[in-house]
């Protein structure tokens, strides 16, 4: 075959595409009953606006990041996440002087050039929230906890990890002893590291090379950094959370790949997945919608990888669903079409074969077709006006006399 899917790009096709929609009718009911609306974003921006709030440092934008010019010459970008896309429109839409607080959520694909592996695709989808104008530790356990209601609701089994990174008073403190720590081992870090050294070193605590983890085991740490207000906001974080019976972690290596992340951040992460991996993720980003031309607002979020998730959910048993119309001939095909119009009509799955085949061949597709009723229009029930009525667990048949009879039945 000529063409196919571009590497590290999947069709969802069913039964699979059934998981996909399962998880995403998961999350909107469990972010709506929190109070979120939903926003539906472009697929691309400018490039600009990810390298001003992912960073130009992070692996996203360096290695990451689909960008190209556009015929105006523009320069492009793929979104390679959802938080950038969603502050810029509640700048771009002055939401920040209309309402106290936003809160917020989308549902869509996003890109990155990565090695593809299992749950790893270019294009990925994410389900996300995100919540403007809330600076309190109680905004952050509300986040966490509907996160691990939406996991639970799911039935994917994760253990919760979160962290402090700080903020720009304390930070540079910690920057400097981290960088300071980590320049007398330089000759253990890898290639990357040595690099991030300077620029990035925080990414270094998440680098996967045992020798930096080694080097990390010994690392100073951001929670004896924090400025009061941090320390604070984190504590009163612990307390919520615990009084919520949210159970968690604290990993004091949690520090995210993108640079806008200010206080909590957060990891939802899934043995299942043969190696731990995380599920979701998110944290609070305080100064981002200041630095992107916004008001003074504080925000936090989070986003689920449905790729993921999808190879978590278990295939389920398919239970047999709807109803078959089996006819004989002109006369009762026609007869049953508008029983099927009608039954559609009220909701209910029904199908016919407009193929006219045999009586044999017609119940042999209604059984591929894994419906839980045939109904039977054939000479005898045209002549009687009546349908007959097939359940194919039971086996059983029974004489229906009229459609509100069969409606009542079903
Ligand atoms: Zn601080
Ligand atoms: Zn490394």
Not at 147 to 163: M, P
Not at 328 to 342: H, I, W
Request: aromatic share 10%; hydrophobic share 35%.
């Amino acid at each position: 075959m000529e063409f196919k899917t571009v590497r590290g790009v999947e069709d969802v096709i069913p039964p699979k595409s059934e998981k996909f929609e399962k998880i995403a009718e998961t999350f909107k009911e469990k972010v709506k009953v929190y109070g979120f609306k939903e926003v539906i974003l472009p697929v691309f921006e400018e490039a600009g606006l990810f390298l001003r709030s992912v960073g130009e440092t992070t692996d996203i934008v360096q290695k990451e990041m689909y960008v190209f010019e556009d015929r105006g010459g523009r320069k492009i970008a793929l979104r390679p996440e959802g938080t950038a896309s969603a502050v810029r429109a509640y700048i771009q839409h002055g939401i920040y002087v209309k309402e106290p607080f936003t809160k917020w959520f989308y549902i869509g694909p996003m890109f990155r050039y990565e090695r593809p592996q299992a749950g790893r695709n270019r294009q990925f989808f994410q389900a996300g929230c995100e919540v403007f104008g809330l600076s309190s530790p109680g905004a952050d356990a509300e986040v966490i906890l509907l996160a691990s209601e939406i996991l639970k609701a799911l039935d994917v089994k994760f253990t919760l990890e979160i962290n402090s990174i700080g903020c720009e008073r304390c930070r540079p403190n910690y920057r400097r002893a981290l960088i300071e720590y980590l320049s007398s081992k330089k000759e253990s870090l890898c290639k990357d590291c040595q690099s991030r050294l300077e620029r990035n070193p925080l990414r270094v605590l998440d680098c996967k090379n045992e020798s930096c983890r080694e080097v990390v085991r010994e690392v100073p740490l951001i929670t004896d950094y924090l400025c009061n207000e941090c320390r604070e906001h984190f504590e009163r974080l612990k307390v919520l959370l615990k009084e919520l019976d949210v159970p968690f972690v604290h990993n004091p290596f949690i520090v995210r790949g993108l640079d806008y992340y200010t206080k909590t951040v957060f990891e939802f992460k899934s043995e299942n997945l043969g190696a731990q991996s995380t599920v979701l993720a998110g944290g609070r980003y305080d100064n981002l919608i200041k630095e992107l031309g916004g008001g003074d607002v504080p925000a936090l979020g989070f986003a689920m990888g449905i790729d993921r998730i999808m190879l978590l959910l278990p295939d389920e048993e398919k239970e047999r669903k709807g109803l078959f119309v089996v006819t004989g001939g002109e006369k009762a095909y026609l007869e049953g079409l508008k029983l099927v119009k009608t039954l559609r009509d009220k909701g209910f799955y029904a199908e016919i074969d407009h193929r006219q085949g045999s009586f044999k061949s017609q119940f042999k597709l209604a059984n591929k077709l894994n419906v839980k009723y045939v109904v039977i229009i054939g000479d005898e029930e045209l002549e009687g006006g009546f349908y007959s009525l097939k359940c194919f667990e039971t086996g059983k048949q029974e004489r229906i006399e009229s459609v509100a009879e069969l409606l009542a039945r079903l």
